[in-house]
């Protein structure tokens, strides 16, 4: 699906279908009155017959009014106009992207006059056509790379365009960010969706390389010897139980000279069984999606690239799988990090925050003007934000207020949790500088966000825990993309 601007009012457009939107109590947008006023009052008497509601999430399709160029007009409903916010407009794009009608090709939508709430005033063009140009999106996403039938995508909107009345270059800029966001952000879906036989360390690392390759990006992926050489030896102690040998990856993004970097540091567990703490059987699979951290590490720089956005960014990835076997690390065992600092491996099913704190270590060498790690890392965060908040930890309150902002904007929420030293004493260990896990039962995802703390003394950092966020179950099982939009968000901002 591919997205442009048009200047044209909505009875005039040249499309197959052309979206407008109507409110719930029977007011009109300003494009849906021009098609009442041209079409002789087909959009009113579509309300008053009670076939178009103006409720969210509905739609009415209508065919061949006179007076209209375009054969097809979708009526969208966007409910109480004082209730229309950031999510609604989502909602409203991603129902006219599939109310349009199987015959739509090309859909114009005019959705700048649709006024999107946010705090006392209202969101610009430049945020609605990035949002739009996302959510529309998700509709067309499909995972059937490995199906033997593909599904169909011969019909329904292929070609986007956004109503315009005058030239705004905001706006065009705002589309161009959304499709480069979306992109990433199918990046990252289809690598978190993709089986844990084919999604491997070493397929990361390739994947890697093809962005390198598209983008112009530095990219290092290093080897077992070379992970061994770096004295990663808490990165490695997870690898052990695994055939599959680990990757250490290094992703460089350029876009402003010899500027300090963000970087931003990804889990890459292609499969997480918990190892010897093996995990119960149901639902396993879903471990599978452990590498989504790292997913979205590349989603955001692709992101960023495709902007061409001035600043650096570094991408570190630690990718490995965690399994049992005769050679698996032991509850029990002592490991040495990079950093010098011992760990007593007390569950081996919390790998994470091994494979991070080393990344963490790694990337003091380029003196980063920030470092952000984003892993799938506690079920603990799922208990307390579920589904909907990526849990945010920082130990600096600018970067902490920046991430929140970020996520307003990009619609793709966080909520902060706390990084304090009163929790230090629930991973004392009688024989090494720490343990990797706390007290069952108590504060873990805050527990491993003060574990990975004692690795980042050396520069600003923020981790967001995306373990509630990052896939959905049941029926919609599959990755959400998120938090690249977050991600992607703070970036732009970082760089304006
Ligand atoms: N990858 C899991 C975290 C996870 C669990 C994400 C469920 C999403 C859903 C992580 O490696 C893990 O197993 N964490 C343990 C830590 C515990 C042993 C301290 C957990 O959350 O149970
Ligand atoms: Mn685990
Ligand atoms: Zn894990």
Request: proline share 7%; hydrophobic share 40%.
């Given at each position: 699906m591919d997205f442009s601007t048009k200047l044209a009012s909505a009875e005039t457009a040249k499309a197959d279908c052309v979206a407008v939107g109507i409110y719930a109590d029977g007011d009109l947008t300003p494009a849906a009155r021009r098609i009442d006023l041209a079409s002789k009052g087909a959009v009113r008497a579509a309300i008053k017959s009670g076939d178009a509601t103006g409720k969210r999430g509905t739609t009415l399709l209508l065919r061949a009014?006179?007076?209209?160029?375009?054969?097809r007009v979708l009526l969208v409903g966007l409910g109480k106009r004082e209730e229309f916010g950031d999510k609604a407009f989502g909602e409203a794009v991603r129902a006219a992207a599939k109310g349009a009608g199987a015959g739509t090709r090309e859909l114009a939508i005019a959705a700048t006059d649709w006024v999107v709430k946010a705090g006392n005033g209202a969101r610009d063009g430049a945020w609605q056509a990035r949002q739009l140009a996302i959510a529309a999106r998700e509709t067309v996403f499909?995972?059937?790379?490995?199906?033997?039938k593909k599904d169909d995508?011969?019909?329904?909107?292929?070609h986007v365009q956004l109503l315009l009345e005058k030239r705004d270059a905001a706006v065009e800029r705002g589309l161009k960010e959304g499709v480069a966001i979306a992109n990433g952000m199918a990046l990252t879906k289809r690598l978190g969706n993709l089986p844990p036989n084919v999604c491997t360390p070493t397929f990361l690392g390739e994947q890697a390389r093809k962005l390198g390759k598209e983008f112009k990006l530095g990219v290092d992926v290093f080897d077992r010897r070379q992970i061994e050489k770096l004295g990663m030896g808490s990165f490695l102690a997870v690898t052990r139980g695994s055939a599959e040998p680990p990757r250490l990856i290094v992703l460089k993004y350029n876009g402003a000279g010899k500027a300090a970097p963000i970087a931003l540091v990804g889990k890459g567990i292609t499969f997480d069984s918990g190892g010897i703490s093996l995990k119960p059987g149901?639902?396993?699979?879903?471990?599978?999606?452990?590498?989504c951290g790292a997913a979205s590490v590349l989603g955001a720089i692709r992101a960023a690239a495709e902007m061409k956005l001035k600043l650096n960014v570094v991408g570190v990835i630690a990718a490995c799988e965690n399994l049992p076997s005769g050679t698996a690390t032991k509850p029990g065992d002592i490991v040495t990090s990079m950093s010098g600092q011992t760990i007593e491996v007390l569950n081996t099913d919390a790998e994470g925050r091994l494979i991070l704190c080393d990344a963490l270590t790694y990337v003091e060498r380029f003196k980063p003007a920030a470092v952000i790690d984003i892993a799938t890392l506690t079920g603990a965060c799922v208990v307390a934000l579920g589904d909907v908040n990526t849990g945010l930890f920082a130990t600096d309150e600018e970067l902490a207020g920046e991430l929140l902002k970020a996520a307003k904007n990009a619609v793709d929420p966080a909520w902060r949790m706390p990084v304090e030293d009163d929790y230090q004493d629930q991973i004392k260990s009688n024989f090494a500088d720490m343990a990797n896990i706390g007290m069952p039962g108590k504060a873990g995802a805050v527990i491993a966000a003060c574990f990975l703390a004692r690795f980042t003394k050396a520069y600003k950092w923020a981790h967001l825990d995306i373990a509630g966020t990052a896939w959905k179950s049941g029926a919609a099982k599959g990755a959400t993309g998120r938090p690249v939009p977050l991600l992607a968000q703070f970036l732009m901002e970082r760089a304006a």
């Open positions: 009014l006179a007076g209209v160029a375009a054969p499909r995972s059937d790379e490995l199906k033997s995508n011969s019909t329904g909107p292929a149901a639902n396993m699979d879903e471990m599978k999606f452990d590498m």
